[in-house]
């Protein structure tokens, strides 16, 4: 059974300081890998994914097999990041499964 | 990006009655969308995958009586929760997926809070 762990539900730090959301998963076959965002009051929408290893709003995220861990990163927060992000973990994109959130926040 | 769109937004019936949520992919043609349950601070519980022209696949736990999933079109489908108690309160969330598109993203709908008195 595939399965997404999210250890903190609250993060909180600093404008400026570095942030780490962590994500542990478990999956028998190739994961693919997803964080989501979902801003106050706004719908859920894709940050980035581990097959595109881009950069999005400063964030990156890597996969480590070894660890079966997809840790989002960003090295300076900003206050409009704070908002709560899910790791998800599904074949093809689609039939995700998601972690419990963490929901983030920057303080000034 | 693409947009998923859902309707009602928000709605209140009673108990005993039957609610019907859309789902509307506005700009793409979906084969495939998804339902999902938020409970207030809980994660995503993905309910079942609507499938065009054809019976969908709940998940297990899923009453499929219960959540009555019709994907009539490429651009709509519905849920219907059926014989609403207040335990079926929740947040509902389509998503849907551009396979034209290419890039494999999940677009996701904004979401219809539905309250059983």
């Known amino acids: 059974a595939q399965r997404v762990t999210q250890p903190e539900k609250l993060l909180s730090v600093f404008k400026g300081a570095p942030v780490e959301l962590k994500c542990n998963y478990s999956?028998?076959?190739?994961?693919?890998l997803f964080w989501y965002v979902q801003y106050s009051r706004q719908r859920l929408q894709l940050l980035l994914r581990?097959?595109s290893r881009e950069s999005i709003k400063g964030f990156t995220a890597d996969l480590n097999k070894g660890e079966t861990s997809f840790h989002l990163k960003k090295p300076f927060a900003q206050e409009e990041d704070s908002a709560m992000y899910y790791c998800?973990?599904?074949?093809?994109?689609?039939?995700?499964?998601f972690g419990e959130g963490t929901q983030l926040t920057v303080n000034p | 990006g693409a947009v998923v769109s859902q309707h009602p937004s928000r709605v209140i019936c009673k108990s005993g009655t039957s609610v019907k949520i859309e789902c509307r992919s506005l700009?793409?043609?979906?084969?495939?969308m998804f339902w999902y349950r938020q409970f207030p601070k809980q994660s995503l519980m993905l309910m079942a995958t609507?499938?065009?022209?054809?019976?969908?696949?709940?998940e297990q736990g899923v009453e499929k009586d219960k959540f009555l999933i019709n994907h009539a079109s490429l651009t709509l489908s519905t849920l219907t929760v059926t014989s609403a108690h207040p335990e079926d309160s929740s947040f509902y969330i389509c998503?849907?997926?551009?396979?034209?598109?290419?890039?494999?993203?999940?677009?996701f709908g904004e979401g219809s809070r539905l309250t059983v008195l």
């Open positions: 609507s499938n065009e022209g054809s019976k969908a696949t709940y």
């Open positions: 999956y028998s076959g190739s994961p693919e």
């Open positions: 581990h097959i």
């Open positions: 998503s849907a997926r551009d396979f034209l598109a290419g890039t494999g993203e999940l677009f």
């Open positions: 700009d793409f043609q979906a084969t495939t």
């Open positions: 998800a973990l599904g074949p093809s994109g689609s039939r995700l499964t």
